[in-house]
């Protein structure tokens, strides 16, 4: 695996460089916004995304990289808010993870948004292996219609950008319209985890679901039990 980290802090990036070798993973290391994405490689697996630039702003960088490469991006950086966070899975961010944290943390993001990019193994259905999500299927709601099949979401018949897990947590709920998915059971299927520090990363997403969609009620709330798709 090879990751572009986009870290301005000399030590901080060092130090995370040299942990992610120790793992094995090869690493790139930038420190600036024009760097980043003069970098970015074809064979880049990940990038991991620092906000706080000295040339730009972090959310620019993560924008000029969606133009031209559908690479994995993980934002890591202090900016906590929920608006920061919206604004950067907007953008095209597939996941977002705030200063600071743990590495191991860090390694699991990495090696989850890599294997949700990459493409089933042939043959894997016929060992056996669940299919995670339904093929052929177009669920509307309203103005909004989920295709499953084609992982395309339309808005009054217009196409509608949202980042893999976005698509993936529609596509999870449309499985089964009207029925409460618990949190755990989504993070285990949308995230491949059961951290519960997860809740707050799909809250999130959530969120930017509704806004990308116009939709308030795209996605439920079933307080103190999960999501649903709307009626």
């Not at 949700?116 to 103005?143: F, H, L, Y």
């Amino acid at each position: 695996m090879r990751v572009l980290l986009v870290e301005d802090d000399k030590r901080l990036g060092a130090a995370l460089a040299d942990v992610l070798r120790s793992h094995g993973i090869s690493v790139d290391l930038v420190g600036s916004a024009e760097d980043a994405v003069a970098s970015l490689r074809p064979d880049h697996d990940a990038v991991v995304l620092d906000l706080g630039l000295p040339d730009r702003d972090g959310f620019e960088v993560c924008s000029r990289i969606r133009r031209g490469s559908d690479v994995p991006i993980l934002m890591a950086t202090a900016r906590s808010d929920l608006g920061a966070r919206v604004h950067g899975l907007h953008l095209g961010a597939d996941d977002y993870l705030v200063k600071p944290y743990d590495v191991r943390e860090l390694m699991a993001r990495i090696h989850a948004v890599t294997r949700r990019s990459r493409p089933p193994a042939p043959g894997a259905a016929a060992t056996g292996a669940p299919a995670r999500r339904p093929a052929g299927r177009r669920v509307r709601r309203g103005d909004v219609v989920i295709d499953v099949d084609r992982r395309v979401v339309e808005v009054a018949g217009t196409p509608i950008a949202l980042t893999r897990k976005e698509f993936d947590l529609l596509a999870l709920l449309a499985r089964e319209p009207g029925v409460v998915f618990r949190r755990e059971q989504i993070l285990s299927e949308v995230w491949e985890t059961r951290w519960r520090g997860g809740a707050r990363t799909l809250e999130v997403h959530v969120a930017s679901v509704r806004a990308k969609t116009g939709s308030t009620t795209i996605i439920e709330t079933v307080r103190g039990v999960g999501y649903r798709l709307g009626e």
